[in-house]
């Protein structure tokens, strides 16, 4: 079974840093964009980052020059590189992929369960 799977999350204090992982895993043929969105309470979902397969990057406005994506396509492998954390960064961060399972399925966007940051003052 695809899944997506999230991890690197946790608890700092505001300037610190974390670094998302994220990993699809299962048999895939291909992933295309690969990216990071983030949850917070009372608000709807919001993209953080994102990266084309060949290394296109989007960022929100409010994270740029803080945080970084990258990936490794080898691994299908997404990685959120936080620094300078903020408290209003908290949130729960959602992975997503999108892929085909196989040559003759068609392309789906898969999220993972997300990963929780929590910046204090």
């Known amino acids: 079974q695809v899944q997506v799977v999230e991890s690197g999350g946790g608890s700092v204090q505001a300037g610190g840093s974390l670094t998302l992982t994220c990993a699809a895993t299962g048999y895939i043929f291909s992933i295309a964009d690969m990216g990071w969105y983030r949850q917070e309470p009372g608000n709807q979902q919001e993209l953080v980052a994102r990266i084309s397969a060949g290394g296109t990057t989007n960022y929100f406005d409010s994270v740029k020059g803080r945080f970084f994506i990258s990936r490794d396509n080898a691994k299908n492998t997404v990685y959120l590189r936080m620094n300078d954390l903020k408290p209003e960064d908290t949130a729960l961060y959602v992975c997503?992929?999108?892929?085909?399972?196989?040559?003759?399925?068609?392309?789906?966007?898969?999220w993972g369960r997300g990963s929780q940051v929590t910046v204090s003052s």
């Open positions: 997503m992929a999108n892929l085909r399972r196989t040559q003759t399925t068609n392309w789906e966007v898969l």
